[in-house]
């Protein structure tokens, strides 16, 4: 293969291997399209990246093809091998390279969070763990149970479930009227005894926080007396004969069991740790991981590790405790390995800095502890037998669906492939939307959704061109704000262009956003769906070329995910736009409703019929709304309802 750059700029690799320093840091390995092969680190850079290019003494046909493809390589110095592995997960999270093992981890976990840094805390389901001084509890293996289980607690420790913003320490003043005025009104659940109703002031802070503290050990496993308390209200109720009551209280108790996950796996001792165990076959692996807090086994869950050809347990093991607890905050203070992984004590200093007090890793070599790991390695051995068809269907429905588009297209990289829609009804609300895919799946996190500003009418390409124009310009902008090419994902998707702009059209709309494209300088390829008189798909137009594709092919059927996906997103944005309008004109001729409490009403109800069915009290949980206000809505629509009119 020759090279067509300048001379000056050919990259001499033997040259710049003298050049290396013998220094920690971070190496990357490019092909000749300046595509990412390889994102290692070495505490010796010189000696490290220098071993790639000696004779092949078993590396493996794997590194072998890899360092076959190797055109350049640059480094990075870092202060410290802790520095350099921090580096080297943060580009592998970001590049996802060919030639590097990856977690496929696109599962999320309930956890139950608890907002002590607030004066009235309350208790909620999430899937994202932040950094807020909130405390968590996690990860637990049923959402339903979690939900239900947060129920409880509410209830048997009177705790608030609303979002009224509540007023500092002990002055029980709610802000929910946006004028800092007392409230003095509760919702239902304080009149039902199922919350002490801090938002009137009815619970000091300080009896409130002892309440919370209550809520905090329950959820820390202390269970054992309230389960006996449910079981004895459950015996008075059923010799009662209030069945339903008994039945009631058996659930209740059912859900905590759930949750504290009683299960024959205890170690006794209230340890919080993570027992991890791999299988692979050398093409698949699949690590199993055993959650236990406080001495309990609270769930498990299996991740799939792909690219591992070549690799040792002990490389993949050391992979997927780098990659899995770059991205959770969740760190216990122990991890129970199967086998030593490479840099064990570097990595655990790195645990320990990020969760701010010791992380061991351990390998357990007897007793239960060791047991635990034999369960482990089982598990794992039984979902990678079990389920490697299962993977290799996924995987052909993502991956190499995206790998049919790319051959067809001509491509050299594809990973990332944005799709556009636009929605009206003649013209009214026009909307544009943006789906995002990664290696065949949608990024539902990097969806956009655009309100045209500059064109009235149905005008679908004028439409096209300022959704195209307006996304582009921001990624540029937030670019050059940030003087990188390459961010980490917590700055947005508007920054990270496509590998591929795919336009629910043909010729007409790829010529729009080519035009887009060269107006602002950035060249990303174009792709249009071509429909035939069904206005079915069938075929691509790409280069002022239509290209015919196997209607029952896997990168077809991604195509047409992805174009159903674009259109869905335009049009639930537009009907909620729709929902918006017809609520706002049905609201304007309701005595005492103006713009903010109809604002407030909208954003507290789904739609207009949600509105129409509310009672009295469900109105005055609205911010903004009186008795007054409550009682005209009421009225209204129940002489709508008598006089057999319909508003919409």
Sequence with gaps: MTDERPESTVFDIRAELKKLPHQPGVYIMRDDQEAILYVGKAVDLHNRVHSYFRKNIGRGPWIDSMVSQIVSFEVIVTDSELEALILENNLIKEHRPRYNTLLKDDKTYPFIRVSIGEPFPC?????????????????????????????????????????????AAGSGVSYRTGQGGRDQRACLNYHMKQCTAPCIGRISQEDYAQRVDQAIAFLNGGTDSLIRDIEQQMLTASEEMRYEEAARLRDLKNNILAVTDKQNVNDGNGADRDIIALASDGQDAVVQVFFVRGGRMIGREHFTLTQVKDGETAELLGEFVKQFYAGTPMIPRELFLQTEIPDMEVIAEWLSARKGERVRLTVPQRGQKNKMLQLAQENATLVLTKDRERIRREEGRTIGALKEIRDLLGLEHLVRVEAYDISNISGFANVGSMVVFENGRSRRSDYRKFRIRTVSGPDDYACMREVLTRRLRHGLEEARELEVREIDEKYGSFTRFPDLILMDGGRGQVNIA???????????????????DRHNTRG?????????????????????RIQDEA????????????????????????????????????QHFDSIDEIKKADREALLQVPGIREREADAIVEYFSAQSAGGTNAI
């Design 567 to 602: 259109h869905r997103f335009a049009i639930e944005y537009h009907r909620s736009l729709r929902s918006k309008a017809q609520i706002t004109s049905v609201l304007d001729g309701i005595p005492g409703i103006g713009e903010k409490r109809r604002k407030a009403l909208m």
């Design 514 to 532: 080519l035009k887009v494209l060269d107006e602002l300088g950035i060249d990303i390829p174009v792709a249009g769906m071509v429909k035939d």
């Design 540 to 560: 691509l137009f790409f280069r002022d070329e239509e290209l015919s594709i196997d209607q029952t092919s896997e990168g077809f059927k991604l195509i047409t």
């Design 123 to 167: 208790i909620r389901l999430t899937r994202q763990l932040k950094k807020d001084g909130a405390r968590y509890f996690g990860p637990f293996a049923s959402a339903q149970a979690v939900r239900e289980t947060i129920d409880l607690i509410n209830k048997l420790f009177g705790l608030r479930t609303c979002s009224r913003s509540v007023g």
